[in-house]
């Protein structure tokens, strides 16, 4: 079955823009879908469909798809985006449906 | 504003069967599929399953499937997850969740916008 590959951590300093990737065979059908958790709380849904924003998600959240790798952006990020970020897709391969995610970000805001 | 609302059991003890519903308030049952999702203590997101407002289902390929039961009551807006045999690998956070898919020119997509706020449940002796 398919997977998705993130970095378990990564620090970007307040203010800077940092990219969060996610790597698997399945992102080369399917748009990855970004969450955001913090300690305690249920995800959110911050990217949906490569590059769309629910309603109430800051514009410094972006996202953007090549090949079998997507990736979330935060330009100028805020002390209030430390958090784990989870990418998720679908995936229909082998005659099974199936949805995946990714082992998760750790973001530290410096 | 569509929210989700879980209860069910906190605490089981081995070989029992974990029981939790999701109910929908504020929004349409049709046209989405509607998941369960887990996350063990300090470990990432396992989604274990979804149904639609027929019972259409899929389930996670992997061993946990066996053991799963999702099922939908309509007319209650609910949705429900069985878990049969729990061990305490099985302790984690329980989410519910809506999910829809689609597709655009090139790519497909699929996405989970709503999530209920979790059930923590723990297996132990």
């Known amino acids: 079955s398919s997977e998705l590959t993130q970095d378990p951590a990564v620090s970007v300093a307040l203010g800077q823009t940092v990219r969060i990737a996610c790597q698997g065979d399945?992102?080369?059908?399917?748009?990855a879908s970004w969450y955001q958790q913090k300690p305690g709380q249920a995800p959110v849904l911050v990217i949906y469909?490569?590059?769309n924003r629910p309603s109430g998600i800051p514009d410094r959240f972006s996202g953007s798809s090549f090949g079998d790798t997507a990736s979330l952006t935060i330009t100028g990020a805020q002390a209030d985006d430390e958090a784990d970020y989870y990418c998720n897709s679908r995936d229909s391969g082998g005659n099974q449906v199936n949805v995946i995610f990714g082992g998760g970000t750790k973001l530290t805001v410096l | 504003q569509v929210q989700l609302q879980q209860w069910g059991a906190g605490l089981l003890k081995p070989s029992e069967t974990l029981s939790l519903t999701c109910e929908v308030y504020g929004g349409s049952f049709s046209g989405y599929y509607w998941s369960w999702i887990r996350q063990p203590p300090g470990k990432g997101l396992e989604w274990i399953g979804e149904i639609n407002q027929s019972g259409s289902t899929n389930y996670n390929p992997s061993p946990l499937k066996s053991r799963v039961t999702i099922s939908v009551d309509t007319s209650k807006n609910q949705f429900s997850l069985k878990l049969s045999s729990v061990t305490a690998a099985d302790t984690a956070v329980y989410y519910c969740?809506?999910?829809?898919?689609?597709?655009?020119?090139?790519?497909?997509?699929?996405?989970?916008?709503?999530w209920g706020k979790g059930t923590t449940v723990t297996v132990s002796s």
């Open positions: 969740a809506r999910s829809l898919g689609g597709s655009s020119i090139y790519f497909y997509y699929f996405y989970m916008d709503v």
């Open positions: 399945s992102l080369r059908r399917y748009y």
């Open positions: 469909a490569k590059n």
